[in-house]
Nanobody, 124 residues
Framework: QVQLVESGGGLVQAGGSLRLSCVAS????????MGWFRQAPGKEREFVAA????????YYADSVKGRFTISRDNAKNTVYLQMNSLKPEDTAVYYC?????????????????WGQGTQVTVSS
């Protein structure tokens, strides 16, 4: 049974930082491109970042480039999202997702497995 479990969300002031973690189990982690998505109230789920399964390529949404950093530790089956210089518009539920042999797609339906999400709230 595949499980993706996010943690690290919370309430932070604008300009602050948070680090999200996602621990995966039940799948060959090193064969999966790992992504982060987010969904704000009343909005569609959107791509944030991805880390490819091969070659170490990373991908970012324009809205987070230069502020967020995605990383992974295959030995720990964990992917991270370091979020700096947070803005109120970053407020959302953040989801971890896994795409076997993925190419860093920004499309939700390319990802095979999803976590339950963790809330990030940025106050102004």
């Amino acid at each position: 049974q595949v499980q993706l479990v996010e943690s690290g969300g919370g309430l932070v002031q604008a300009g602050g930082s948070l680090r999200l973690s996602c621990v995966a189990s039940g799948l060959p982690f090193s064969l999966y491109t790992m992504g982060w998505f987010r969904q704000a109230p009343g909005k569609e789920r959107e791509f944030v970042a991805a880390f490819s399964w091969s070659g170490g390529s990373t991908y970012y949404a324009d809205s987070v480039k230069g502020r967020f950093t995605i990383s992974r530790d295959n030995a720990k089956n964990t992917v991270y999202l370091q979020m700096n210089s947070l803005k109120p518009e970053d407020t959302a539920v953040y989801y971890c997702a896994a795409d076997r042999y993925g190419l860093g797609s920004v499309r939700n339906n390319e990802y095979d497995h999803w976590g339950q999400g963790t809330q990030v709230t940025v106050s102004s």
